[in-house]
């Protein structure tokens, strides 16, 4: 038989979704894939449980539905400041996932270069490699994630035509400052670059720090595609409602790429989502103590138990240096970790460019219940270890 495509050739599996099924095989607590295990807002639950009965059931307008348009621009406008025209500007989508899949679809050619801050969140070099382009890794350096801008602007002037920005960082929880994004906006100006950002963890952020949004700097607005979701934010995981913002003329295009790809968004699940939405400032303060005290529950128990890890200043992840465990395959240590110290992390190496092994990925979205049993687990590793 012919071969088969060569873009696809050198992928594996979701080495976090692996991690998933491993952790299910040994019966470990699964601190690897990053969702919660506690319940979306009430109101959004009790909404779809009347739509189940009164619909919408069929088909949504392919870029989501009005309604639902309207109110992510109404909360991007009140969170950014920025005007997003619900028809011209924003497009929903399956999850944030297929955010990013579009948008690289939309701007990248074959043979262009898209430079990508690492860690990074495995999807976006694959994203790059699908749409025909080639990823330019710019170091996010350990233990503070700062990266040398003159890397960058080297990657910017050998041609790369986009940038991929987390902000907050998945794996590293890394908070982006004012100067930081400033510096970067001034160099996408200069060499004409466009910014993707993946905004997912915008309202999970830890004091002092602050979410900054690249759209709203100095002419950065034409240039920036927002790839979000509710997924976070609303603990709907798997209702996976995304969408893009960006200007007309790349909004239309992502419009068709998505059209193609999976024809539109779930009608009841964005009618359900809406209400979610419109909620008031009160939950998102309440989101933020919610996940502060996560992050406190859990780093001060990795502090209790003398390990060594970068506490993070947004999102809701941990990455633990497992350096003393003489650690040469972190994948195999994460296997290892899941079936005899009962939890499962991902292999840190899954989210870096460089030669990195010394680090794994917990995540804290858990019940109390859930952390503290992962923590009294984790006190048991170094005994387990020894007999590695």
């Known amino acids: 038989m012919k071969p088969l495509s060569q873009r696809s050739a050198n992928f594996t599996d979701s080495v976090i979704r692996r991690m998933t099924r491993i952790a299910l095989q040994y019966g470990a607590v699964n601190l690897s894939q990053g969702f919660p295990d506690f319940d979306p807002p009430k109101e959004i639950t009790d909404r779809l449980k009347t739509i189940a009965d009164e619909g919408p059931h069929q088909y949504a307008l392919t870029w989501g539905a009005k309604n639902f348009r309207d109110a992510l621009a109404k909360k991007y406008r009140h969170f950014s400041g920025i005007e997003a025209d619900p028809e011209k500007e924003i497009v929903v989508t399956c999850g944030s996932t297929e955010a990013m899949m579009c948008a690289m679809m939309s701007i990248a050619n074959?043979?262009?270069?898209?430079?990508?801050?690492?860690?990074?969140?495995?999807n976006y070099g694959a994203d790059t490699i699908l749409s025909g382009a080639e990823p330019v890794y710019i170091p996010l350096n350990p233990p503070d994630f700062t990266?040398?801008?003159?890397?960058?602007?080297?990657?910017?002037?050998?041609?790369?035509?986009?940038?991929?920005?987390?902000?907050?960082?998945?794996?590293?929880?890394?908070v982006f400052t004012l100067q930081e994004m400033q510096a970067i906006a001034e160099l996408?100006?200069?060499?004409?670059?466009?910014?993707?950002?993946?905004?997912?963890y915008e309202h999970i952020i830890y004091k002092p720090n602050k979410h900054i949004y690249m759209q709203s700097l100095p002419g950065m607005k034409e240039r920036t595609i927002v790839c979000n979701s509710l997924s976070k934010t609303y603990s709907i995981t798997g209702w996976r409602l995304g969408y893009t913002i960006a200007n007309p003329e790349i909004t239309d295009r992502i419009k068709k790429v998505h059209d193609f790809l999976t024809v539109g968004a779930a009608a009841p699940l964005m009618e359900a989502a809406v209400t979610g939405l419109l909620e008031n400032d009160e939950y998102y303060a309440n989101l933020q103590k919610h996940y502060t005290h996560k992050k406190e529950l859990f780093c001060t128990g990795l502090k209790n138990l003398g390990f060594s890890f970068t506490e993070p200043q947004?999102?809701?992840?941990?990455?633990?240096?497992?350096?003393?465990?003489?650690?040469?395959?972190d994948y195999e240590f994460c296997e290892w970790m899941a079936k005899e110290v009962g939890v499962a992390a991902v292999p840190g190496s899954s989210f870096f460019k460089e030669d990195i092994h010394n680090l794994v990925r917990f995540h804290f979205a858990k019940n109390d219940e859930t952390l503290n049993e992962a923590l009294n687990r984790l006190a048991n590793l170094r005994q387990k270890a020894r007999s590695r």
């Open 110 to 122: 074959p043979g262009d270069k898209v430079a990508i801050f690492s860690p990074f969140y495995e």
């Open 147 to 174: 990266f040398d801008l003159n890397l960058l602007e080297k990657a910017f002037a050998d041609g790369c035509k986009a940038l991929i920005l987390c902000n907050p960082s998945n794996p590293c929880g890394k």
């Open 188 to 200: 996408a100006i200069k060499y004409d670059i466009y910014v993707i950002t993946d905004e997912v």
């Open 314 to 329: 947004g999102a809701y992840y941990v990455l633990m240096d497992v350096s003393e465990f003489k650690v040469s395959d």
